[in-house]
């Protein structure tokens, strides 16, 4: 994926990261509940409790009915990924599989967790940063991919 830096502009990704703020902490503080994508999602379809369903229903459809809107107001971006489907398969299987391990995904522990000040939570993202950093460093510079 090649970001265009002319196009950047800092103020949408302010406000993107402003709004993002916001709506984790209104679900927590007028719901109660935690707005990490994993364990919203894990909780909707590992073990539905009564009771419990609606509010993850509306944060899932939320997440897809956003872009859906977005795209009637304005042109999708031309995504560019260069990488084949094999390595976007392991790569996701490897996120999945992190999630369970790491008791959480970026969002849960980078977003929510770090607000709060959980110890787990910093030590989740610092790993996760690590990894990607490390991943991108033996795959670009030393093997050259």
């Known amino acids: 994926m090649s970001i265009d830096w002319n196009a950047f502009t800092p103020w949408s990704a302010l406000i993107g990261g402003v709004l993002i703020g916001l709506a984790a902490a209104m679900l927590i503080l007028l719901n109660g509940r935690i707005a990490g994508i994993s364990g919203v999602l894990g909780g ?45 398969i392991v790569a996701g299987l490897l996120v999945g599989v992190g999630t369970r391990y790491g008791s959480g995904c970026t969002s849960g522990h980078g977003v929510c967790g770090l607000s709060r000040w959980s110890p787990r939570s910093l030590v989740a993202t610092v790993t996760f940063m690590a990894a990607g950093f490390l991943t991108v460093f033996v795959l670009r510079h030393a093997l050259g991919v």
């Open 44 to 88: 909707l379809l590992m073990k539905p409790v009564s009771g419990d369903v609606a509010w993850r229903v509306a944060f899932v459809l939320g997440l897809v009915g956003a872009p859906l809107v977005y795209g009637l107001v304005t042109a999708w971006p031309v995504p560019q990924i260069d990488a084949g489907y094999a390595a976007l």
